[in-house]
C-alpha cells in the first residue's frame, strides 16, 4: 500500500487537471513539477510568455501558474493576453507579497497572487478545489485533457 502524505489526494487519472507552469527559473520549476506532480496534477513548463501565447493556440490547460517575476513580455502582460485566449483559472506567483499588487494582478485578469512561503500540503488542495469550482461554474465545458483527445480523434 502506498503511504501518501497528508494533504494530497491521489486522483484516478480521468481526474488529473492540466496544469500550465510559466516560469524560468529553474528552482520554482522543479519545486512545482516534484510536488504538484504527486499531488495528482499533470505539468507542462513553459518558460516564457510569448511560449505561453503560443501553445494556447494548439492545447489548453486547466489552470495556469504564472511566475509574478517572468522576464521578457512580463507576468501582468501575459496574463492580459492570455484572458484574450482562455477564462481557465490564472494564480500568480510570487516570491515576496510586494513583488506584484493583488490589485495589478486582478485587473490583468489574475485570479489570485500565491506568495512565498509556499507549502504544498496547503497548496495541492487550494489547487484542486480552485479547478473544481472553475469545472462546476463550467458543467458542459471538457478538460483540457478530453479537448486534447477530442483534437487528437479530429486529426
Known sequence: MTEHRPG???PSAAER?????????EGLKQFFVEGLVYGGFWISVIASGVQTLEVFR?????????DAAL?????????RRLRDRTDVPILLIAADPAEVAAEDATTAGADAVLAAPLDLEEMVPHLHAIVQRWRAAHPGRPTADQM?????EDG
Open 148 to 152: 486534447a483527445q477530442r483534437r487528437s
Open 17 to 25: 487537471p492540466h496544469l500550465l507552469v510559466v516560469t524560468a527559473d
Open 8 to 10: 494530497f489526494r491521489p
Open 71 to 79: 522576464g521578457g513580455l512580463g507576468a501582468l502582460e501575459t496574463v
Open 58 to 66: 494548439l492545447r489548453s490547460f486547466d489552470l495556469v501558474l504564472l
